[in-house]
């Protein structure tokens, strides 16, 4: 498989989406059907378990979509760069070399937004970017130091309570995995590079760097933060109060790019309060939703993308009547919103459920409201986006386009079709 | 009636100049027939619209309705110039996109025992039915026996700190 990636990488210039989905097919009796209990360890560093597995076919999935919505010939080494620093990442069993590729990604994600983004401010979003990031990760760069002077080892198969023995140096030396799901606090930085990056960029922002965070927490939980509940309880406080917080700042968005990059936040807030809950099923459930999020958010930024190349503007009062303007599309578009909104049938719902069942056994039943409030507005924004892009006369002054199936399309029917199925048959994950 | 005469002369006329000529000419003579009205032409207008290189230019574009030419293909949206491209990526994408994926979905479904499901009820079978043979509590909070576990002795733990 790693060697299939690699393979890609000379014929970068003429790397279309069909290779990757390739890829996908080739790859998949070894990612997603595992005959063992245990993990897969592929050499020394890399392993292949119940949650490395499915966010690497995710990223294999979202690198053919993000090739087909962008000129292979310009971006695909981008394309590639981002989805194989990813796949190490995810698939990584060492501390060491997953901050590596972690700090990694940030490296083909800053040449897309310098390279393809169009305004003068995408240079101050990947200095925002590449600051919150860095900046962060120096605590945990100090853990892992101190960590190797008590273990002599960056084995990620520790089970000691560390963190929560470090006390405030605990909640500190984590800090960089609230910063890139993102927690509330630490949330600006993936506005701003939303805003500024290409339609591409934006899918790898929303459906693979994210991700990067969740998996970080379970690696370092479950390493380190076994007994640790006085870490997860404030990460969990801080991560509930900032969920609500940014899916109300999403009915206010006036930028649609705005609009979905804090709705990203809220949910990705689920997942972080699911990871911190310590629970099986809690743990599952952000694994339903990081995929279910993963496609949704991807969608929704390739749709409303390839809307911004026609429509030249953002806003969301320009960028209206999408369902009279391309009918066919729109369905998609539909599909895919209604995916992110988590109702069923879609993993979303299935990831809600869930990840309520491990939030209200681990945490105290003060959480529930909020919790509820968290759902309830993550909806309603997603709403507001449907009805405002899709409803309405159009603002602009494109015509109808009835071209039948095409590219457009098909950008849907990638995203949506997997959230239906894998609410049925939920595992494959 | 004799106006009505006249009015479809003059269309006449104007049709079979506009159909030769392209120019239409929209004399506008007012000529009044009142047996009142003495008076002579007072006045005489012409339109010419000249838009003969554009509709020349419309024309030609839409007399080809061939949906086989060239000039006339509608993309898939892979390329907007490249026909032979468009229609081989398109080709390629909805094949590995859509049939490989559908093969491996039944190649995935009919795998035997996927992550080992069937193998661990079957292990929970067996190891319930051995608990009730010899007598056990079916779920025993202790996963290892309690007898077996060596623990440090009192001196050993002074000055280890506790931490929950």
């Known amino acids: 498989m790693l060697a299939v990636l690699l393979g890609l990488l000379p014929s970068f210039g003429e790397v279309g989406c069909w290779q990757f989905f390739t890829l996908c097919f080739l790859s998949s009796p070894i990612i997603l059907y595992r005959g063992s209990l245990e993990g897969y360890v592929m050499g020394d560093f890399f392993i292949l378990d119940d949650w490395s597995s499915s966010l690497v076919f995710l990223c294999f999935w979202l690198g053919a979509l993000m090739l087909m919505i962008s000129k292979p010939e310009l971006s695909g080494l981008s394309v590639w760069g981002v989805v194989f620093c990813c796949f190490l990442a995810f698939s990584c069993w060492n501390f060491l070399w997953f901050y590596v590729f972690f700090e990694l990604t940030l490296v083909p994600m800053a040449i897309m937004i310098l390279k393809w983004g169009m305004q003068p401010e995408r240079i101050t979003a990947t200095f925002y970017m590449f600051l919150y990031t860095l900046g962060g990760s120096i605590p945990f760069l100090v853990f892992l130091v101190f960590v190797f002077w008590g273990e002599s080892s960056f084995f990620m198969g520790f089970n000691a309570d560390l963190l929560g023995g470090l006390g405030w140096w605990g909640c500190c030396a984590v800090v960089v995995f609230f910063v890139k799901i993102p927690c509330y606090p630490f949330h600006l930085w993936l506005t701003k590079a939303h805003v500024e990056a290409p339609t591409t960029g934006s899918m790898a922002l929303a459906g693979l760097l994210l991700k990067l965070g969740g998996i970080g927490l379970m690696r370092v939980f479950l390493s380190f933060g076994q007994l640790s509940y006085s870490v997860q309880v404030f990460w969990a406080n801080v991560g509930i109060w900032g969920g609500v917080l940014s899916s109300v700042a999403c009915l206010r968005q006036v930028d649609s790019k705005a609009l979905i990059a804090y709705s990203s936040v809220g949910h990705m807030c689920l997942v972080q309060l699911s990871i911190l809950s310590g629970s099986s099923v809690g743990w599952l459930g952000a694994l339903f939703m990081m995929v279910a999020h993963g496609l949704s958010s991807s969608g929704l930024f390739g749709i409303i993308g390839e809307y911004y190349d026609k429509v030249k503007s953002r806003s969301l009062m320009v960028c209206s009547g999408f369902e009279m303007l391309f009918p066919s599309s729109g369905i998609w578009w539909c599909m895919v919103v209604f995916c992110s909104m988590s109702c069923p049938p879609s993993l979303g719902f299935l990831g809600e459920v869930v990840m309520g069942m491990g939030v209200c056994g681990s945490f105290p039943l003060g959480f529930i409201p909020c919790f509820l409030l968290l759902f309830f507005f993550s909806g309603a924004s997603m709403m507001v986006l449907y009805t405002s892009v899709s409803h309405g006369s159009s603002g602009s002054s494109l015509l109808p386009s009835f071209r039948g199936v095409g590219k457009f399309s098909y950008l849907g029917v990638f995203h949506a079709t997997p959230l239906f199925l894998l609410f049925f048959f939920p595992g494959f994950l | ?164």
Not at chain 2, 18 to 42: A, D, M
Not at chain 2, 97 to 120: A, E, Q
């Open chain 2, 1 to 164: 009636m004799a106006t009505l005469l006249r009015t479809v002369a003059r269309a006449k006329h104007l049709l079979a100049v506009s159909r030769h000529t392209r120019k239409i000419v929209q004399p506008s003579c007012l000529i009044s027939t009142s047996k009142k009205n003495k008076e002579e032409i007072s006045a005489t207008v012409e339109n010419v619209s000249s838009k003969e290189e554009e509709l020349r230019q419309l024309e030609e574009h839409f007399a080809n309705q061939d949906p086989n030419s060239p000039k006339n293909y509608v993309s898939y949206g892979w390329s907007t110039y490249d026909q032979e491209y468009d229609q081989f990526s398109h080709n390629m994408v909805l094949f590995t996109g859509i049939t490989l994926m559908v093969i491996m979905v039944f190649f995935l479904s009919y795998c035997p025992d996927h992550k080992l499901r069937n193998w661990s009820m079957r292990e929970a079978h067996l190891e319930l039915a051995r608990r009730e043979k010899l007598g056990l509590p079916l779920i025993d909070r202790n996963v290892v026996d309690p007898s077996k576990v060596i623990l440090p002795s009192e001196e050993e733990l002074v000055g280890v700190k506790i931490r929950l």
